[in-house]
């Protein structure tokens, strides 16, 4: 930080466990990226090139050397994953992740059916030697899914290597653990992490009142992800009581008794 400020909650530093930023790379350019790494490369973790986008992304082996070189793990969007699972192409997945020296990698279900059990192999399979973030939750609205089996599907990801598991939200925010408005699901929430550890868990907060909604319920260290390059500094205040939002939330109460 470039000075000091009392009552400021104190937080993780790279590599981190937990505090992680994971941030989305929509298209974006060399010399964007090369801004981006310069602004808040300190407080980023994971970069995922979202969904397909890797695809049609202009000078893409620059980024990740870039990324890469700015200790900033980078990876290829879940969707991709699928669209080579569905056509039964892994095999071919797998080498383009050698190809591009992508040593993490992002399994997921949202758009594909799959039995659990399979996704837990590919997990499983990838994990001998790449660091595995799985994504657990629908990306369709409309359909739900019960608090115990966003847990057990959790675990059994955990324990066959994922190193966390993400909460599903899509870019818009509205599925998965949040309502149609945009809303988190409380109690779904809360039912989860009675079971496992929020350290272990990568919530998906595109929006600025979900990022506050998950700092206040869990603190400065909750793992944040599906965050927009230009959000980075800004989510950073709210983790650090420096925005309205959480102005008063990690004072002491003497203070907040002085003006409340």
Not at 26 to 35: D, F, M, P, Q, R
Request: proline fraction near 3%.
């Amino acid at each position: 930080m470039n000075f000091n400020l009392p009552f400021i909650p104190d937080r993780t530093k790279k590599t981190r466990n937990e505090g992680i930023n994971m941030v989305m790379d929509k298209g974006l350019s060399v010399n964007e990226a090369i801004n981006f790494i310069q602004s808040c490369s300190d407080y980023v973790d994971f970069v995922k090139f979202g969904f397909g986008t890797s695809i049609v992304t202009n000078s893409l082996e620059q980024k990740i050397k870039l990324y890469k070189e700015a200790n900033i793990n980078v990876y290829l969007g879940g969707t991709l994953f699928e669209a080579f699972t569905i056509r039964g192409q892994f095999d071919k997945y797998v080498e383009l992740l050698d190809r591009y020296s992508i040593d993490t990698v992002e399994v997921s279900d949202g758009s594909l059916k799959m039995e659990h059990a399979e996704k837990c192999k590919y997990i499983s399979l990838l994990a001998k030697n790449r660091k595995v973030l799985s994504e657990v939750g629908s990306k369709e609205a409309g359909i739900l899914i019960s608090p115990g089996k966003w847990i057990k599907m959790m675990q059994d990801e955990l324990n066959a290597g994922s190193f966390k598991v993400i909460a599903e939200a899509r870019e818009s925010g509205n599925v998965g653990i949040y309502r149609p408005n945009g809303n988190a699901h409380a109690t779904l929430i809360e039912k989860i992490c009675s079971k496992i550890s929020e350290k272990n868990i990568i919530w998906e907060t595109p929006l600025k009142s979900q990022q506050v909604w998950f700092v206040k319920m869990f603190g400065a260290n909750v793992n944040l992800g599906n965050i927009p390059p230009n959000e980075v500094i800004p989510l950073e205040t709210i983790r650090l009581g420096l925005r309205g939002d959480t102005f008063f939330h990690f004072l002491p109460d003497e203070l907040k008794e002085l003006h409340n």
